[in-house]
């Protein structure tokens, strides 16, 4: 039977090196994703993440199982992240939808899923308007946005990592979404999308 | 219910959490309002374009480096277990290097005789308390009646050595 991400973390307390490598198996990919999507590239988020995996196995000895693995896992993660964006350490990517395009510059297509020509590139720009988008909010609701989107978290656990209420965690939650949707309101509006199915949040 | 009102709810309603009660309220304000209605709808493409998006691969030294790093990390000393508590440390330190030194202060006889005369002079008088305290005794003492009440204080000033005053010493 497999033991839960608590009994794992107990028995790294117990020094099992063995449960920390399973640990880290296991939150290597969501957490780096999540870094991803909160700091501008992917390096970034990779050093944030060896932050976070070795600030865990440092407190392996005073660790107390006194809430879920990954509310206590994120909770680091979402502190570094958002110490590290005020901090200036990593600059966010600066994409303005609604900025003016200057003549000389390249005009940004909106890209179109049913163009034949090239589809990576367009799926690339594509994603690149979506990160950009998410990428523009606030960091607290970037981060409730990408917990709840990405990881599929409750709003319970979310609440827990941010250190807010519900309540409030639900407001953030509509106030990033409402922005996200009047950004991204060509790809949103797009009919093709429409058809494509229902919206429940993406688990990684 | 206004829009506003039903704003905390509606993202509740779309991702399937939201509890029964709310999920009436919505779906009885959704019916009248074509505006949210036509932002709940919206909001179910966003999240579809949102999902787009494809997860990143961790590089294959992530795990080695980690490693690499936690091997490099110093280990904790043996007396580690004072670094998180240095003012209380230090605190106790103080305090027993002051014990110590109070204690060093204490004035001790240099002869155990003269500590034991001395004992036997403290106990002597624990014993005369008793008469000392009883009122009768002092006020029926005939001693006390012999001595001359009005010269004592003035013969005790007269009796005080002139070396007490300030400047009075031998090398004014």
């Known amino acids: ?204 | 219910m206004s829009c506003e009102k039903i704003s905390n709810a509606l993202i509740a309603y779309l991702d399937g959490r939201a509890n029964v009660q709310e999920r009436s309220v919505v779906e009885a304000h959704l019916k009248v309002c074509a505006a949210c209605q036509e932002r709940a709808e919206e909001f179910r493409r966003l999240w579809h374009v949102m999902a787009e998006v494809p997860a990143v691969e961790p590089s294959p030294a992530f795990d080695a480096r980690l490693r690499q790093r936690i091997a490099a990390a110093p280990k904790p000393k043996f007396w580690g277990w004072m670094i998180p508590a240095p003012r209380f440390a230090l605190s106790v330190a103080l305090l027993v290097v002051l014990s110590i030194w109070v204690g060093g202060r204490q004035p001790r006889p240099a002869n155990p005789q003269i500590a034991t005369a001395n004992s036997e002079e403290q106990f002597r008088m624990i014993k005369d308390l008793g008469v000392l305290e009883n009122y009768d005794v002092l006020s029926n003492f005939d001693a006390l009646s012999d001595l001359p009440a009005s010269t004592q204080p003035a013969q005790d000033q007269q009796q005080k050595p002139p070396s007490n005053a300030p400047g009075s010493g031998s090398g004014a």
């Open chain 1, 1 to 204: 039977m497999a033991r839960s991400d608590v009994q794992l973390m107990l028995d790294v307390k117990a020094g099992d090196e063995l449960s920390f490598e399973l640990l880290l198996h296991k939150y290597r990919k969501p957490l780096v994703n999540f870094l991803c999507r909160m700091v501008r590239d992917q390096a970034a988020a990779e050093d944030l993440a060896q932050e976070v995996f070795f600030r865990v196995y440092r407190a392996r000895k005073e660790y107390s199982p006194s809430a879920k693995f990954t509310t206590w896992l994120f909770r680091i993660a979402t502190n570094l992240a958002l110490n590290a964006i005020r901090d200036g350490r990593y600059r966010q990517m600066q994409i303005s939808i609604d900025a003016p395009v200057a003549e000389d510059e390249p005009t940004f297509q909106l890209p179109s899923r049913e163009a034949r020509a090239d589809d990576r590139l367009i799926e690339r720009e594509r994603n690149q308007m979506i990160r950009g988008a998410i990428l523009t909010l606030p960091e607290k609701q970037r981060a409730a946005v990408v917990l709840h989107k990405y990881h599929d978290m409750d709003y319970a656990e979310i609440g827990k990592i941010l250190g807010c209420s519900e309540s409030a965690l639900k407001s953030l939650l509509f106030r990033a979404y409402e922005t996200l949707r009047v950004q991204l309101a060509l790809l949103v509006a797009r009919p093709a999308v429409q058809a494509a199915g229902e919206g429940k949040p993406h688990e990684l």
